[in-house]
């Protein structure tokens, strides 16, 4: 299997990621950190929506795989590992070296469980 890798560049760095090892983006404001599976968190000087645009841009089609919830995360759909409505909680896992838990709202949770069973990730 080829890796495919996005790009990020910013005046002082070039970030350079294996999407596959993309667990979630945060945005923070003006912000957004990246957590990868090796629970590094990087952090970029650009906003949510921006990373939304460069994933789509650079990635097309396999973009799909990250899957925007409300206005603070973009989760990559291969580790989401359970959607518990009522305690407003998605869980991220690799079921092996990491377990993400993140407050997520009832509805979009509601949103997210639906298109994982119309999907079947």
């Given at each position: 299997m080829t890796q495919q890798r996005i790009y990020?560049?910013?005046?002082?760095?070039?970030?350079?990621?294996?999407?596959?090892?993309?667990?979630?983006?945060?945005?923070?404001g003006?912000?957004?950190y990246i957590?990868?599976?090796?629970?590094?968190?990087?952090c970029l000087t650009i906003n949510l929506t921006h990373t939304e645009e460069a994933l789509a841009l650079q990635l097309g089609?396999?973009?799909k795989q990250f899957m925007r919830i409300g206005k603070r995360f973009i989760v990559n759909m291969n580790?989401?590992?359970?959607?518990?409505?009522?305690?407003?909680?998605?869980?991220?896992?690799?079921?092996?070296?990491?377990?993400?838990?993140?407050?997520?709202?009832?509805?979009?949770l509601k949103t997210v469980k639906e298109l994982v069973i119309q999907t079947k990730i």
């Open positions: 990020f560049n910013s005046r002082d760095k070039l970030i350079r990621l294996d999407i596959q090892k993309i667990v979630y983006f945060e945005g923070d003006n912000y957004t957590v990868t599976a090796n629970r590094q968190k990087i089609e396999i973009a580790y989401i590992y359970q959607v518990d409505i009522q305690k407003q909680t998605l869980m991220l896992s690799d079921c092996d070296r990491f377990l993400f838990q993140m407050p997520v709202s009832k509805e979009a």
